[in-house]
């Protein structure tokens, strides 16, 4: 019976998810519709959109489970996630619209004028999409097991097979209504059974046990704690705006303006979101500390209906909180495999195929090529191994972001090493950690959390070399600072979108 | 004799159309050759908007950047608010709509500057 309901809900989503992905196929015929939705797409439903996006398996179940898990230190990673937008918005939002560039690997290009750093940041959206796509295949087979006791893979390959019909189908309109529509079903089944399970907790006579303990309630109590948070901080902060399935999203913006509007619109969302998992994390801790112990606490949000209330009131949230968990992992992978097909297809298989072809191959290869690293690792906190993916973007994308849209001086070469460097510290240091490598020491703390070091080093590298490398500034800088920063309005020369080589 | 006053009479007014476009361009024609007026033009909304983020960057260090610091050195551990613990109420609600704040005077502001630089750009295209 509750096996059943689970499954129920679970198809009812991807059904869903599906036939809204039909129905925008009917609508999509050009490959103009299919890449940006005609950029047609008003500030309410782009924001619904990119959050609907964003929330992943890690927002949904991950902070939880770390809440649960280590306490009060890890309310930094929602915050973190939502910061990341304010700083997006301040210093990105409207200028990368402006810029006309639909990918970073567009943007790279487009600002420094040079195929070589084009192709490094292409390498580098592949390899943050994956790192961000395996956490997500993990918590699909994870949730499947947990409300209906599938193996783990069943849940991956499902998520993988819906996400590749959506998008090999649709493209990124629909993916635009799909993923709108799944922030809607987000944060109702995430709200609705958090709301049910207050209540019963407060008919229980508020429980408090397993509450206050010091190492839990307290912040910053275990080893190197001061330096993970600031690294935490750092990652996340700067991480968001170098996420490849973020930016595309600016795209569809009609203006700079309104790319502003809808990153107010994306942190007012956020926001909502983000107040609930704080409550299963705790009310975990009262009801379902076990978890703790047998490692599973990243499905305490699913398993917790079941230990407050019991019964068939159980059963219905299980299902509820089931198919929200599956929203998340069908829209961050969707837009995670339109991303990186994109790149795939513009920059890898564009002379062999037509680009919509291309399209469909590049979405084939990122899933598939994600669902084999899913098989190959386990065991790392959801919440945490997306993070990791964060900290690489924090120590890419994020300085060619800032340096190359306020600073005139940036080169292709300072770009390039920059990028070279940042990413192979950082990605490094994920891997390891990926890979199961712990240590206790300072090093192991620097592995888990790169972001305080190697952020520094790829902004030094890349202003250093750029520095050193004056002669070389790309010619057509000033047209692209105009192009940048200059309101839509103003009727000015803005350059030609590719820059004459 | 006869070549002087013809000269010397230049009476026509400087303040017909076909006159002044031809000495004075518009602020957009600046911009569009890159002059180093254009420069100067798109230098000043440039530092207008990072200006602007940079006292939002600030707000935000003062603020969260300095919380854990704030847990570390002063005893707040202890100290409940509405029945919650004060880095719980802080960092679980509070930091939210304080981000909401944050990201919401910007937006004012950076349109603002915006309307700045397009009235000064204008203005100028107007009066010639």
Same mark, same amino acid.
């Given at each position: 019976?509750?096996?059943l309901t689970?499954?129920?809900?679970?198809?009812?989503?991807?059904?869903?998810?599906?036939?809204?992905?039909?129905?925008g196929?009917?609508?999509s015929?050009?490959?103009?519709d299919?890449?940006?939705?005609s +950029? $047609?797409v008003g500030p309410?439903?782009?924001?619904?959109? &990119?959050?609907?996006?964003y929330?992943?398996?890690a927002s949904?179940?991950?902070?939880?489970g770390?809440?649960?898990?280590r306490g009060v230190?890890m309310?930094?990673y929602? &915050?973190?996630?939502?910061a990341?937008?304010?700083l997006l918005?301040v210093?990105?939002a409207?200028?990368?619209?402006?810029?006309?560039?639909?990918t970073?690997?567009?943007f790279?290009?487009f600002?420094?004028?040079s195929?070589?750093? +084009?192709?490094?940041?292409?390498?580098?959206v592949c390899l943050?999409?994956?790192?961000?796509l395996?956490?997500?295949?993990?918590?699909a087979g994870?949730?499947?097991?947990a409300?209906?006791?599938a193996?783990?893979?069943v849940?991956?390959v499902?998520?993988?097979?819906?996400?590749?019909?959506?998008?090999v189908?649709?493209?990124?309109r629909?993916?635009?209504?799909?993923q709108?529509?799944?922030y809607?079903?987000?944060?109702?089944a995430?709200l609705?059974p958090a709301? &049910?399970?207050?209540?019963?907790?407060?008919?229980d006579?508020?429980?408090? $046990?397993?509450?206050?303990?010091?190492?839990?309630?307290?912040?910053?109590?275990?080893?190197h704690a001061?330096?993970?948070?600031?690294?935490?901080?750092?990652?996340?902060?700067?991480?968001?705006?170098?996420l490849p399935?973020?930016?595309?999203?600016f795209y569809?913006?009609?203006?700079?303006?309104?790319?502003r509007?809808?990153t107010l619109?994306v942190l007012?969302?956020?926001?909502?979101?983000?107040l609930l998992?704080?409550?299963?994390?705790?009310l975990?801790?009262?009801?379902a500390?076990?978890?703790?112990?047998s490692?599973r606490?990243?499905s305490?949000?699913?398993?917790l209906?079941e $230990?407050?209330?019991?019964?068939?009131?159980a059963?219905v949230?299980?299902?509820?909180?089931?198919?929200?968990?599956?929203?998340?992992f069908l829209s961050?992978?969707?837009?995670l495999?339109?991303?990186?097909?994109?790149?795939l297809?513009?920059?890898?298989?564009?002379r062999?195929?037509g680009?919509?072809?291309?399209?469909?191959?590049?979405?084939?290869?990122?899933a598939?090529?994600?669902l084999?690293?899913?098989?190959?690792?386990?065991?790392l906190?959801v919440a945490?191994a997306?993070e990791l993916?964060?900290?690489?973007?924090a120590?890419?994308?994020?300085?060619l972001?800032?340096l190359?849209?306020?600073?005139?001086?940036?080169?292709a070469?300072?770009?390039i090493?920059?990028? &070279?460097?940042?990413?192979?510290?950082?990605?490094t240091a994920v891997l390891a950690?990926?890979?199961?490598?712990?240590a206790?020491?300072?090093?192991?703390?620097?592995?888990?959390?790169?972001?305080?070091?190697?952020?520094?080093?790829?902004?030094?590298?890349?202003v250093?070399?750029s520095?050193?490398?004056?002669?070389?500034?790309p010619?057509?800088?000033?047209?692209?600072?105009?192009?940048l920063?200059?309101?839509?309005t103003v009727?000015?020369d803005?350059?030609?979108?590719?820059?004459?080589? | 004799?006869?070549?002087?006053?013809?000269?010397?009479?230049?009476?026509?007014?400087?303040?017909? !159309?076909?006159?002044?476009?031809?000495?004075?361009r518009?602020?957009?024609a600046?911009?569009d050759?890159?002059?180093?007026?254009?420069?100067?033009?798109?230098q000043?909304l440039m530092r207008?908007? !990072?200006?602007?983020?940079?006292y939002?960057?600030l707000?935000?260090?003062?603020s969260?950047?300095?919380?854990?610091?704030?847990?570390?050195v002063?005893?707040?551990?202890?100290?409940h608010?509405?029945?919650v613990?004060?880095?719980?109420l802080?960092?679980?609600v509070?930091?939210?709509?304080?981000?909401l704040?944050?990201?919401?005077?910007?937006?004012?502001r950076a349109?603002?500057n915006?309307?700045a630089?397009i009235?000064l750009?204008d203005?100028r295209?107007?009066?010639?």
């Open positions: 019976m509750k096996e689970a499954l129920l809900a679970v198809t009812i989503v991807t059904t869903a998810t599906l036939v809204v992905g039909v129905f196929l009917r609508i015929r050009t490959t103009s299919f890449f940006v939705a +950029r $047609r309410f439903l782009n924001a619904s959109a &990119i959050s609907g996006e929330l992943s398996a949904f179940l991950g902070v939880a770390l809440v649960l898990l230190d309310l930094w929602p &915050i973190g996630w939502t990341g937008y304010l918005l210093f990105v409207a200028p990368l619209r402006r810029s006309g560039a639909y970073l690997p567009d790279a290009e600002r420094v004028e195929q070589a750093a +084009r192709q490094v940041a292409s390498w580098l943050i999409g994956a790192l961000y395996v956490p997500q295949f993990q918590g994870l949730t499947l097991r409300v209906t006791g193996p783990s893979w849940g991956a499902l998520v993988a097979f819906v996400v590749l019909v959506n998008v189908a649709g493209g990124m629909s993916i635009t209504l799909v709108a529509f799944q809607w079903i987000k944060l109702c995430l609705v709301l &049910i399970l207050w209540l019963a907790w407060h008919h006579d508020s429980p408090t $046990r397993h509450l206050h303990t010091s190492d839990w309630v307290e912040p910053l109590q275990g080893p001061t330096y993970l948070t600031y690294s935490l901080i750092l990652a996340t902060f700067l991480g968001t705006m170098g399935h973020v930016v595309v999203r569809t913006n009609h203006d700079g303006t309104s790319a509007r809808t619109g007012a969302m956020l926001s909502m979101f983000y998992p704080t409550a299963y994390g705790a975990g801790r009262v009801y500390s076990d978890l703790v112990a490692g606490t990243d305490v949000v699913l398993e209906p $230990r407050v209330l019991g019964g068939t009131g059963t949230l299980t299902a509820l909180l089931g198919a929200g968990a599956f929203a998340a961050t992978s969707s837009g495999v339109v991303s990186i097909s994109g790149v297809s513009q920059d890898v298989l564009s062999r195929f680009s919509v072809t291309g399209f469909r191959i590049g979405g084939v290869m990122a598939g090529g994600a084999l690293l899913a098989a190959g690792t386990q065991g906190p945490h997306v993916a964060f900290a690489v973007a120590s890419t994308f994020c300085p972001l800032l190359g849209i306020w600073w005139r001086g940036l080169t070469r300072g770009a090493v920059g990028m &070279i460097g940042g990413g192979i510290l950082s990605g950690v990926m890979l199961g490598v712990k206790d020491n300072w090093a192991g703390a620097l592995l888990s959390q790169p972001a305080l070091l190697t952020v520094p080093i790829a902004f030094a590298a890349m250093g070399v520095l050193a490398d004056r002669a070389r500034v010619v057509h800088v000033g047209r692209a600072m105009v192009r920063h200059l309101p839509e009727e000015v803005r350059g030609s979108y590719q820059p004459v080589n | 004799m006869s070549d002087e006053p013809i000269t010397r009479v230049r009476i026509t007014s400087p303040r017909t !159309l076909a006159a002044r476009s031809r000495t004075r518009s602020n957009a600046e911009i050759e890159l002059t180093r007026l254009g420069e100067v033009y798109v000043s207008a908007q !990072l200006r602007l983020a940079g939002v960057v707000l935000l260090a003062v969260l950047g300095l919380l854990p610091v704030l847990f570390q002063l005893p707040v551990d202890h100290v608010v509405l029945g613990r004060l880095p719980w802080l960092l679980g509070v930091v939210y709509p304080w981000l704040v944050l990201a919401w005077w910007y937006v004012r349109e603002r915006e309307a630089f009235e750009v203005r295209e107007d009066a010639s």
